[in-house]
T-cell receptor, first 113, second 111 residues
Framework: EAGVTQFPSHSVIEKGQTVTLRCDPI?????LYWYRRVMGKEIKFLLH????????ESGMPNNRFLAERTGGTYSTLKVQPAELEDSGVYFC???????????FGPGTRLLVL | RKEVEQDPGPFNVPEGATVAFNCTYS??????FFWYRQDCRKEPKLLMS???SGNEDGRFTAQLNRASQYISLLIRDSKLSDSATYLC????????????FGTGTKLQVIP
């Protein structure tokens, strides 16, 4: 069974540019989560989708971040415009309908210069 | 105060040693508890869930103390392959599923 996949694996952009990260959850998983790890800090929750609906977006840092999950399959996380402090590793995770275990993807390493 | 606190280490232990990590959490309403393992530049992978009665999986034993709000992980007979960062994680009650992680404890098992 394929795991959670994320694209791109790395992204280097300049401040002010836009970046879109993609996450493909494990097939059949209704729950999809985005997390972020900034250098030297703990992994922090950003938001949670149940199918195509945002269940909890309490961790989204500001309105420069936009997450979507059209059709309840893959999800995108857009950062526009990117700032230096957005640099970090963005992880996506998914879990089945009755979750406890969240399965993480390999992450996207974002560097904003 | 951080929601989940861990000693960052590193813990440098010889092969075969027993090592224990502790983690404290601040939200007394937390419902679910986990230990994740993260290898360098990789994603976190669930090592084990932690139950009130304590649970064991091979060389790994996890304990939960709700009264004192701490979680522990014991690794017996350490292997070189156990070298990694161990993340403590909690999930709140109330149907919310966001996992709150500690910063992790780095373990280096030395030959």
């Amino acid at each position: 069974e394929a795991g959670v996949t994320q694209f791109p694996s790395h992204s280097v952009i300049e401040k002010g540019q836009t970046v879109t990260l993609r996450c493909d959850p494990i097939s059949g998983h209704d729950n999809l989560y985005w997390y972020r790890r900034v250098m030297g800090k703990e992994i922090k929750f950003l938001l949670h989708f149940v199918k195509e609906s945002k269940q909890d977006e309490s961790g989204m840092p500001n309105n420069r971040f936009l997450a979507e999950r059209t059709g309840g399959t893959y999800s995108t996380l857009k950062v526009q415009p990117a700032e230096l402090e957005d640099s970090g590793v963005y992880f996506c995770a998914s879990s089945p309908r009755s979750p406890k275990t969240q399965y993480f993807g390999p992450g996207t390493r974002l560097l904003v210069l | 105060r951080k929601e989940v606190e861990q000693d960052p280490g590193p813990f440098n232990v010889p092969e075969g040693a027993t090592v224990a990590f502790n983690c404290t959490y601040s939200n007394s309403a937390s419902q679910s508890f986990f230990w994740y393992r993260q290898d360098c530049r990789k994603e976190p992978k669930l090592l084990m869930s932690v139950y009130s009665s304590g649970n064991e999986d091979g060389r790994f034993t996890a304990q939960l103390n709700r009264a004192s709000q701490y979680i522990s992980l014991l690794i017996r007979d350490s292997k070189l392959s156990d070298s990694a960062t161990y993340l403590c994680a909690v999930m709140p009650s109330g149907g919310y599923q966001k996992v709150t992680f500690g910063t992790g404890t780095k373990l280096q098992v030395i030959p």
